[in-house]
């Protein structure tokens, strides 16, 4: 886990005007990679990378590889490199070594053999041409700027925006987007000017010309057919045999790994898998207690930890402690995404570093290629799910935004589409949880939050190996009648069937609870009233104050809503330390 950033001007360039934006690109993404740093110069362009060191860390070659007039860096770790490496009769000390092997024998179709997560910047020193990787699920992110003198690019948005000198304008259509939905969809971000290297998408920079077109794609599920017995059976022996090769290329690290544990299906089952790999060192489980009212969630981790006999190391989260929290993360988001579980995880992360941990495996996108959501069940138990669909993704719904909003705001919205209110069947829904929500909302969340500490977030459920089985199981198959039916019975084969078939809960309103303690309301009125809030700007002020006044008097439960504009205030005050 890295940080790779670049720039190509189309026409001559001082070196000391690179070198400026590349130090400041490299002083801003510096937590992603603590270890190592290292920059390349050439005639009008530059390449870096900020290393954090989990495969190979005593690797004493260059972090850039070079081969001829072709260098690459990149971010994240390729987990089938050994294998790879074999194909190719090399012997790799560090995945990235295995880049410029493959690209020479592949050519620019290589990064379709790459297991696990990444982002690749590779440049061409006699064509003169950058070319981008992002992986197929989008859980590295990628980032780019182009005008009429030069293109740029970097891990993180603030390491660009730092870098260039006119400063890009907000992107309103991305901040409404972010307070309905929690996401911005597509290849825009917040800043009207930066945009994003979509999942599965390869970006080409020449000649002042950019090129952009998918490598990897998501499919719709198979329809459903009746299988035999002996064919189900096949199936689930097959799938047992690949998630457990993922998991154990995943829990490979020469530096000591842990894991992220809910007490949930999947990173119970991750974790569960990864325990019995016996050339492992990850063996630290992290989880959260919440105060004073606790979760369901715990007594399913405590389940795991006896189960198992592996001690958890907890992490406590108490009202204040979370909006703290908030307040000291909000330097490592680069858009205002108001994901609660931020909170959760940038403590977890920071726990990991206690521990001197390097890397950690998580269950994220489970839910979304083996349909875990309310959002996603709801097209199979209602005759009005489009209607009901938008209505389980609202941040904000559209009700309250048209109040919230001042004229100014939502005329410059106006007119807009929204996905989930265009979407009307099941099968373009999971196109949009799997392509949109998961890399936006999701990934974002646990890539920013880990890396703030300098830890590597694997994530072996998203690995495009276990995505394209998913799609050859049928909605049918995958649910077998409830939510996740299918991951449910490969499960057996590793977890307690209390942790399996645990009984659904409802889980509380973290900001809904977090904001209505002791000291909640005085803090978001502190933060969301003051006179000079850059808020006031996009909404009316005496809505913001009615919505403060019911959820301190129990009339109605705002904290979501009034968590996300909290998030959005702290983030725009934040952008003046980006420069």
């Not at 041409?129 to 992110?141: A, C, H, M, Q, S």
């Not at 894991?259 to 898998?273: N, P, R, V």
């Not at 942790?499 to 609870?513: D, Q, T």
């Amino acid at each position: 886990m890295c940080s790779i950033y670049g720039i190509i001007y189309f026409k001559s360039c001082p070196k000391n005007v690179l070198e400026t934006r590349m130090k400041k690109m490299s002083t801003k993404t510096i937590h992603r990679g603590p270890d190592v740093n290292e920059i390349k110069y050439f005639d009008n362009a530059s390449i870096g990378m900020n290393r954090l060191s989990v495969i190979g860390p005593n690797y004493k070659k260059a972090m850039i590889q070079n081969e001829g007039q072709f260098y690459s860096i990149f971010n994240g770790e390729i987990t089938n490199y050994k294998e790879l490496g074999n194909e190719l009769h090399i012997d790799p000390q560090c995945d990235s070594e295995i880049i410029l092997p493959l690209y020479k024998k592949y050519n620019k179709s290589f990064v379709k053999k790459l297991g696990g997560m990444f982002s690749i910047a590779l440049y061409d020193d006699y064509a003169k041409e950058f070319t981008l990787w992002r992986d197929p699920l989008g859980v590295k992110p990628l980032y780019y700027y182009m005008n009429n003198d030069f293109f740029i690019f970097a891990s993180e948005i603030k390491a660009i925006y730092s870098a260039i000198d006119k400063k890009p304008e907000l992107n309103y259509n991305a901040i409404d987007n972010i307070l309905r939905y929690g996401l911005n969809p597509g290849n825009t971000t917040a800043f009207h000017e930066i945009k994003k290297v979509l999942p599965g998408e390869m970006v080409t920079i020449k000649n002042g010309n950019l090129k952009a077109e998918k490598y990897w794609s998501l499919k719709n599920n198979i329809e459903y057919t009746q299988l035999q017995e002996e064919e189900k059976q096949i199936k689930v022996e097959n799938f047992k045999k690949l998630i457990t090769t993922v998991m154990y290329e995943n829990s490979y690290s020469d530096t000591q790994g842990g894991f992220f544990l809910s007490g949930g299906l999947d990173s119970s089952l991750a974790t569960a898998i990864s325990l019995q790999n016996d050339n492992s060192n990850y063996n630290k489980l992290i989880s959260i207690r919440f105060l004073p009212n606790g979760v369901d969630d715990e007594k399913y981790v405590k389940i795991f930890e006896n189960y198992f006999n592996k001690k958890v190391e907890w992490v406590n989260i108490t009202p204040e402690i979370a909006r703290n929290t908030l307040e000291d993360l909000i330097k490592f988001i680069d858009e205002p995404l108001a994901n609660p579980t931020h909170v959760g995880t940038y403590l977890m992360a920071k726990r990991a570093k206690e521990l001197n941990l390097k890397t950690i495996i998580t269950g994220d996108g489970a839910d979304e290629l083996f349909i875990g959501y309310e959002r996603q069940e709801c097209w199979k138990k209602y005759n009005n799910a489009k209607a009901i669909y938008p209505s389980l993704s609202w941040i904000i719904s559209k009700s309250d935004i048209e109040t919230l909003y001042n004229k100014d705001f939502l005329s410059s919205i106006k007119n807009k589409k929204y996905i989930p209110e265009t979407i009307s069947n099941m099968e373009d829904a999971l196109l949009y949880e799997r392509g949109e929500r998961l890399p936006e909302y999701h990934n974002m969340r646990l890539d920013r939050m880990t890396m703030a500490h300098g830890i590597e977030a694997k994530v072996p459920f998203q690995d495009y190996r276990i995505a394209e089985y998913s799609f050859e199981l049928s909605i049918e198959e995958l649910m077998q009648g409830t939510r996740k039916g299918w991951l449910k019975e490969i499960a057996r084969s590793w977890l307690p069937d209390d942790i399996i078939y645990r009984k659904k809960s409802i889980f509380p309103s973290l900001p809904s609870e977090w904001i209505s303690a002791d000291g909640g309301v005085q803090w978001a009125k502190n933060i969301l009233l003051d006179n000079d809030s850059k808020i006031n700007a996009f909404i009316n002020k005496n809505i913001l104050e009615n919505w403060i006044y019911e959820h301190s008097i129990n009339k109605a439960k705002r904290g979501k809503e009034l968590w996300a504009l909290i998030t959005l205030e702290l983030w725009l005050r934040n952008l003046k330390n980006w420069n």
